[in-house]
Structures are given as structure tokens and as C-alpha cells.
């Protein structure tokens, strides 16, 4: 049976020790002047700048390209207001909820072209795709890039195993499990 396309950008599953990511969630800005879009399970960096919201100071952040070193991901949004949507709508001022925990693992898609992924990938390091999320469901649309796989130490993501999911099978839009390689509480490490 074939996997379903249903990317969803990255979704917290657990942490290095077994345990749920319940720790490293941590409150971020993203200003009106940012007109991208920002999605539930996108990678997001340091955007250099803050913000002040309601009295309280921010540190901004933006979508994180697959050079950049990532802040976290994205689980939430506080509501700024009852008919608030669930993602960040381009250009207007939202706080984001953000995993930051450098232990932490997260569910990702892998894309439907280039070679598929092997299960004797895993521990190899590997890139993402940025792509638009959903404003239906708020949900990212950032994918596994599976023609990059290797041992550079440089890619943003490492391969830690095929996610023990009900239909999940090896082969296109097959759902991974991975950590974030280039995470600011992170060391890079050369993939195995």
C-alpha cells in the first residue's frame, strides 16, 4: 500500500531518552513586517531582531531556510484574538510557541521525487524543503529533501529511524523520524 501525501512540516514525537517533548517550549515573536506565512511544524530561526507585545519583550523569529541554524519548531500560536487562526497569517504580529529542547525528535514527511529512503539510511544526515503550509488545517508543508542524504555534518537534519506509525511503509511520503542537527542548543554532528 502506498503512503498518504499528507505533509505536515514537523511534529514533536518524543525526546532522546523515550520520553514526550514536554519541556523546551518557548515563546518567540514574529512581527507584521515579516509577510511569509509561518505554519504549526515549521523550522524557525533567530530573526536578528524583538518586539515588544502587550508590555512583554520577544526575541523575533522567521522561517528557517535548511542553511540556517534552527531556533525550534513551531507547536502553536497564542491567540491575539477570539477569531485568531490556527497558523500565522503573513504580515501581522502573532507570538509563536516553540520547541526548542536540543534533545527533542520530530515526524517529518519525506517528498514524492529523487530516490526513496532506505531504512540503511538512517543515521545519515539529511536537508528539508521549506514549502507553504495548509491555511485549512495551519499545518506546515515542509518535507524531507531525500535526494540529499549523507555524512555531512552540515545538513540540518539527521535520519533516526522509519516513524512506527499504522500505514507507514518505506518509499515516497514515508513519515521519519529525525532530530534537527543545526539547532542553536545542538552540536552539529557528522551523520553515520
Known amino acids: ?6 505533509p505536515f512540516g514537523f511534529r514533536p514525537v518524543r525526546d532522546l531518552n523515550g520520553g514526550y517533548v514536554a519541556g523546551g517550549i518557548n515563546q518567540y515573536s514574529i512581527p507584521a513586517s515579516d509577510n511569509t506565512a509561518v505554519y504549526v511544524g515549521d523550522a524557525v530561526t533567530l530573526a536578528g531582531t524583538g518586539s515588544t507585545i502587550n508590555g512583554n519583550y520577544y526575541a523575533d523569529v522567521k522561517i528557517a531556510a535548511n542553511t540556517d541554524i ?9 491567540a491575539a484574538t477570539r477569531d485568531s487562526t490556527v497558523y500565522r497569517a503573513a504580515s501581522t504580529e502573532r507570538i509563536a510557541l516553540v520547541s526548542t529542547d536540543p534533545n527533542g525528535l520530530f515526524m517529518i514527511q519525506e517528498g514524492g521525487s529523487g530516490t526513496a529512503l532506505a531504512l540503511n539510511d538512517v543515521g545519515l544526515n539529511i536537508n528539508y524543503t521549506v514549502v507553504a503550509g495548509s491555511t485549512v488545517t495551519g499545518y506546515s508543508g515542509t518535507i524531507l529533501d531525500n ?12 535520519l533516526v529511524g522509519l516513524a512506527n506509525i499504522p500505514n507507514n511503509e518505506v518509499g515516497y511520503y514515508a513519515k521519519w523520524v529525525v532530530r534537527l542537527n543545526r539547532a542553536q542548543f545542538a552540536n552539529q554532528v557528522a551523520g553515520a
Open 1 to 6: 500500500m502506498a503512503n498518504a501525501n499528507t
Open 70 to 78: 534552527v531556533q525550534g519548531v513551531v507547536v502553536g500560536f497564542l
Open 147 to 158: 535526494t540529499t542524504e549523507a555524512g555531512t555534518n552540515t545538513l540540518p537534519l539527521q
